[in-house]
Each structure stands twice: as structure tokens, then as C-alpha cells.
């Protein structure tokens, strides 16, 4: 009898649905958007049930107007999805610099587009501050959600390598940021350590904590100007923060002054299945300790029936099963919300998956 019992109740839980979680989805500006294709596009996510849409205007404040507007008439709740240290076209002085002395708009890692500035340059800060508050000026935006608020990945997740031609068990020169003369003598006078002569500067934990710090810093400067104008900060974040942040990319989120995060827990860039995005959302939502909510960020595939044929990891994604797992994991772990990658690749049988998952 004790066993009938347990089973039924375990099947029950499996059937389970989540009443009034909120649903966001992240999508961005392109060449076919214009009030028309944005009311009709946000529109379709309403009636999907979404919440709010993450949407990338860059700092463009007219194209977020523009977001904005459709958004709000939707009914959409609206996060202006701002990637900050990634800038092209900046005084040369602004960009990082790696442990090989070379400047991340010379030789960007891994991709043309990692042109990376250097958060501790105080004409960066005041930049990136000016053009974030800019943003929350604009009517209609609810959040400024930060993105690749960050140094770059020291070390890419492990479903990335192969697409790279890397191995990656250590942190390498070429990936290694900031070394321009104002970190290392900023971090000199703080510790006495020069960590130009230091052979291995991975196993200087200070160093690390130097520049995780000055993310955290410079996330809450950010904070108080988007709050001086009336709105709320959120941020795109790597799973974790220890467990991956913290030292791929230098983010000590739970640190920062948030109103809510994002974990990044896309699976298969990492090479695990669905049920990892319920441990790295439990030590997320552990990490956050109630101070600002975790909204469990996951990665669809679009082409997901053809999923084991695509070579590309960034083609890769949950499937509409995988993806009712995923949300399930995320939500018993604590997650207050989740947020799908991307509004274009969602299909019919996704939304199918989410509506069986969650009672909306």
C-alpha cells in the first residue's frame, strides 16, 4: 500500500502545474521591425501568455521608444536588454587589454564582436552609467537589464570548444583580461603583487576577486542612476555564481545591487541534460538569498527535430519535452520566473509544452 501510494504521488508531481509564473522572452531589434511587425510580434506573446519581453535596442533610445510603446500596448511588461561592455568604435584606451598585452578591438576572442571595453576605466564607467540612464528615461521601459556585464569567458562553456578548436583546462593568455597598466597598478597598490610577473595569475585568488569587484562596482553605479530615474535593474548572467560565473567571466552576481537576475542555464552549452538547469537554479536562488528574484533563463531549439544532426552547439536547445523538464527543474529549485532564447525560435509545439507546464 505504501508503495502504491509513493507512486501515485510521484506521478502526481510529475503532472504537476505552476500557477502565475511569469514568462519572458528575449528578442531583438532587426531590419523587419517597425510599429506594425512589433504589435503584431508582442501581441503573439501575449497571447502566449507572456509576461515581458527582454528586448535588444542596443542604447538606441529611439528604437526603444519605439519597443517600448508596443510593448506596453500589448500589455508586456518591458526590460530594455542593453549589452554594455561589448562596443565597437570606442577611443582605443577604452578596451581591455589581455595578458599578451594586446587590445581586445585589435584581436577580439573567440569572435569579431568580443571587443570588449575595460570595466575599470573610469571614461568607460561614465559612459556606460550615462547611456544606461539614458535608457530608463525613456517612457515605457519598466527595467534596464544588463548584459555581457562582464569580462570576457576566460574559459567557454565545454559545448563550445569543439565549434572553436579549443581545450580549455586552464585560462589562457590570449582569453585573459584586464591587464592594461591601470588594472595592474591599481591591483599592485592594493595587494603589492604585480601580476605581470606572476607566472600562473590563475592562482592568484585576489586577482580574480580584483576584477569580479570591479563588475560589482561598476554594476552598481549603473543601479543608482537607472533607480535615479524612476526604474528597475536587472541583469543576464551565467549560471551560478560559483559554480560558473565567478570564474568564467568574473561575475560575483549575488553581490550585485539587482531588482532581478537572469542565470543563462542553457544546458547544452555546458553538455548536460535538462534536469543541471535545477541544480545550477537551486544554487542561484540560494545565492540570491531572497534579496532579488532568479528568473531561469533557457535556450530552445528551433530546428528541434533535426536537433542531433546540427554540428553548431548554438543551434542546439531544449526540445518542447526537454523544455517542459527544464521549466519544471527550474521551478521546483526556487525560480521565480523563466525566460526563453529566442522569440524566433520558439515553435507552436514549445508554447504547446510551456501551456502544459504552467497554468496560465
Not at 261 to 275: C, E, I, K, R, S
Amino acid at each position: 500500500m505504501k508503495r502504491f501510494l509513493l507512486s501515485f504521488v510521484l506521478l502526481l508531481a510529475a503532472h504537476t502545474t505552476f500557477a502565475a509564473v511569469p514568462v519572458y522572452v528575449w528578442q531583438g531589434w532587426d531590419d523587419t521591425a517597425h510599429p506594425a511587425r512589433l504589435a503584431a510580434d508582442f501581441a503573439a506573446l501575449k497571447a502566449h501568455g507572456v509576461t515581458g519581453v527582454c528586448f535588444n535596442a542596443g542604447f538606441d533610445t529611439v528604437k526603444t521608444a519605439a519597443a517600448a510603446r508596443a510593448a506596453h500596448a500589448a500589455g508586456l511588461e518591458y526590460h530594455a536588454w542593453t549589452p554594455c561592455m561589448l562596443q565597437g568604435g570606442k577611443p582605443a584606451k577604452w578596451y581591455a587589454v589581455n595578458r599578451l598585452g594586446v587590445r581586445a578591438d585589435i584581436a577580439p576572442p573567440y569572435v569579431s564582436y568580443y571587443t570588449a571595453l575595460d570595466p575599470h576605466n573610469p571614461e568607460v564607467r561614465a559612459w556606460l552609467v550615462e547611456q544606461c540612464a539614458a535608457v530608463a528615461r525613456v517612457p515605457g521601459v519598466d527595467f534596464v537589464q544588463l548584459d555581457y556585464i562582464r569580462f570576457p569567458d576566460v574559459i567557454l562553456a565545454r559545448g563550445l570548444w569543439q565549434k572553436y578548436g579549443l581545450v580549455m583546462h586552464e585560462e589562457y593568455p590570449a582569453a585573459d583580461y584586464c591587464y592594461c597598466d591601470d588594472c595592474v597598478a591599481d591591483f599592485r597598490a592594493q595587494t603589492g603583487i604585480d601580476i605581470r610577473a606572476v607566472p600562473d595569475p590563475a592562482k592568484v585568488p585576489a586577482w580574480a576577486r580584483f576584477r569580479q569587484r570591479v563588475i560589482t562596482t561598476l554594476v552598481g553605479e549603473i543601479a543608482a542612476a537607472v533607480r535615479a530615474e524612476g526604474k528597475r535593474v536587472s541583469a543576464d548572467v551565467f549560471p551560478g555564481p560559483d559554480s560558473h560565473a565567478a570564474w568564467m567571466v568574473r561575475q560575483q552576481w549575488d553581490a550585485w545591487d539587482l531588482d532581478a537576475v537572469f542565470p543563462m542555464n542553457y544546458n547544452d552549452f555546458y553538455l548536460q541534460p535538462p534536469a543541471w538547469v535545477g541544480t545550477v537554479t537551486r544554487e542561484a536562488v540560494r545565492a540570491a538569498d531572497r534579496r532579488f528574484p532568479v528568473i531561469s533563463g533557457l535556450f530552445v531549439c528551433k530546428d528541434w527535430r533535426n536537433k542531433r544532426h546540427i554540428s553548431d552547439p548554438e543551434g542546439w536547445g531544449l526540445s518542447p519535452e526537454e523544455l517542459n523538464s527544464a521549466v519544471r527543474r527550474s521551478l521546483r529549485a526556487g525560480a521565480q520566473g523563466i525566460c526563453l532564447f529566442s522569440a524566433s525560435s520558439i515553435t507552436e509545439e514549445h508554447w504547446q509544452a510551456l501551456a502544459e507546464t504552467i497554468d496560465r
